[in-house]
Nanobody, 124 residues
Framework: QVQLEESGGGLVQAGESLTLSCKAS????????AGWFRQAPGKERELVAT?????????FYVDSVKGRFTISRDNARDTVYLQMRNLGLEDTAVYYC????????????????WGQGTQVTVSS
């Protein structure tokens, strides 16, 4: 079993940056691919970014965050990060991290493990 806990959310102004962390416990995170999803009020949960297993894993981003968000992992700290730059109002959402041994499961949202989410609010 893996427990995931997100942190780093908060209230920022448009154009500012924020870094989210997803700390894994129970098992080493390097056994898992990982990703970030988000859910805005009244909308479905959507994929943001994924990273494959192991250090230096390959990454994937949805078009809306390409060039602004960076997903990374520090397996020694059992943590996955999401660096977010130039935040806009449209980035306001609850952000969730997920993990699964299979990258495809992470990407399509059927990952075995999910965190409880952290709120990111961007104001104008």
């Amino acid at each position: 079993q893996v427990q995931l806990e997100e942190s780093g959310g908060g209230l920022v102004q448009a154009g500012e940056s924020l870094t989210l962390s997803c700390k894994a416990s129970g098992r080493a995170i390097d056994d898992y691919a990982a990703g970030w999803f988000r859910q805005a009020p009244g909308k479905e949960r959507e994929l943001v970014a994924t990273i494959s297993r192991y250090s230096g894993g390959s990454t994937f981003y949805v078009d809306s965050v390409k060039g602004r968000f960076t997903i990374s992992r520090d397996n020694a700290r059992d943590t996955v990060y999401l660096q977010m730059r130039n935040l806009g109002l449209e980035d306001t959402a609850v952000y969730y991290c997920n993990a699964d041994p299979i990258l495809h499961a992470v990407r399509v949202g059927t990952a075995t493990y999910w965190g409880q989410g952290t709120q990111v609010t961007v104001s104008s």
